[in-house]
């Protein structure tokens, strides 16, 4: 009996998808300038990183983005916003764990060896509590869930729990930045 290739919402045979070291290589090239150039890094292990890369250029061929390697993705994009590499929990995950939930994003620590990356717990919410925001009216106030930080060198702003451990513009330390406006209660 022949068999048949089978379209699941938009999965795909993985033996199907072929993915060259080339294409590995030149990937694994531009993420580890860019995550330099931006304060992060790849995780040391080239090898390992190199497994996550090829996941990523088959979610890519597969669904027409980078969703996660280590999660299970819709094949909906809008579904899968957040869990695009660098995913939404990317930085929360370096801050708590030093790793990323995939472990291709590192901390400082563990690439000078001071400290092993561990399995980190999913902090993605289940898909039923995934539900789109709310529109609401616009009041003249608004809510910040994060707080922004402010780099002091350069002035480059972000919004998130912690600043980077490096700013993506100027390279100034973590040190260098301060809390320009506090998260909302």
Sequence with gaps: MASKKVKLRGC?????IDISDAEIDA????L???ATEAGYHLN???DFTKQLIRSLLINEKRYGYWACPCRLASGVKEE????ICPCDYRDPDLDDYGVCFCCLYVSTDIVKGLKQAESIPERRPPR??????QQTKATGTFVLPYPVWRCKVCGYLCARNNPPEVCPVCKAKKD???????ASS
Excluded: G, Q, T
């Design 12 to 16: 795909w045979d993985l033996n199907n």
């Design 27 to 30: 990937l694994y090239k531009k």
């Design 32 to 34: 580890n300038k860019e």
């Design 44 to 46: 040391p292990d080239v």
């Design 80 to 83: 899968d916003i957040d869990v």
């Design 128 to 133: 039923s509590e995934r539900a789109k925001p």
């Design 176 to 182: 260098r930045f301060e809390l320009f406006i506090p």
